[in-house]
């Protein structure tokens, strides 16, 4: 029988904002997310799990951003106000 690890999920921030046309959540950080981090963003009715491609802060492309900033990211599906985004170890 082989046992499954499960992954360990840490709550990062909520999504404020969704721009449809662009694909892009705006996420207010509680947390750290580095580029290149597997997210899980879960709410009434998203739940999907990504990497964090790519990050900006005000137009500007950052790397890491840390608690109390607000980030926009691309996100491969549609999020809404309130989703809770966690950072999947």
Do not use: W
């Not at 981090?37 to 009434?44: L, P």
């Not at 999907?48 to 900006?56: A, G, R």
């Amino acid at each position: 029988m082989v046992e499954k690890k499960e992954a360990k999920e840490k709550e990062v921030g909520k999504i404020s904002h969704y721009y449809s046309h662009l694909g892009v959540g705006v996420v207010e950080l509680s947390g750290t997310l580095k580029k290149g981090d597997k997210i899980h963003i879960k709410g009434a009715t998203s739940d999907f799990t990504q990497n964090v491609v790519s990050m900006q802060i005000e137009h500007d492309k950052v790397e890491e951003a840390k608690k109390g900033q607000s980030i926009g990211m691309k996100v491969k599906d549609h999020v809404r106000e309130h989703d809770a985004v966690f950072l999947v170890k």
